[in-house]
């Protein structure tokens, strides 16, 4: 999806976001400088209690989808750098191990 379809859908939904530029990109990134791309607000909650690949964690400040199934969480590098990360995109799949 280009960030002019996203930011037809947010309008359509009643969604605030804002529209970012990468004014400029060293080494490997994502996105090459000049890239647009939209990024929608989402509501911040705090996890008292995770338990994530046999580790447990605290007080987890999560970014979460507004939508109504609210499928998408964010628990960032905060948590995901305590794992070995492995993905499988073709079956959609993500195993963490965890770090020593």
């Known amino acids: 999806m280009n960030w002019l379809t996203a930011a037809q859908e947010c309008i359509a ?4 976001a804002v529209l970012v ?11 090459e400088s000049g890239a647009k791309m939209l990024v929608r607000e989402r509501d911040i909650v705090t996890l008292r209690n995770l338990s994530l ?28 750098r ?10 959609r799949a993500i195993w963490l191990e965890p770090r020593e």
């Open 21 to 31: 530029t990468v004014a400029e990109a060293k080494g490997s990134t994502p996105r």
């Open 13 to 16: 939904a009643g969604d605030k």
């Open 82 to 91: 305590h794992f070995i990360i492995t993905t499988d995109f073709a079956e």
């Open 53 to 80: 690949a046999g580790r447990e964690f605290r007080d987890v400040p999560a970014a979460i989808d507004p939508g109504e199934t609210a499928s998408d969480l964010n628990l960032g590098t905060s948590i995901l």
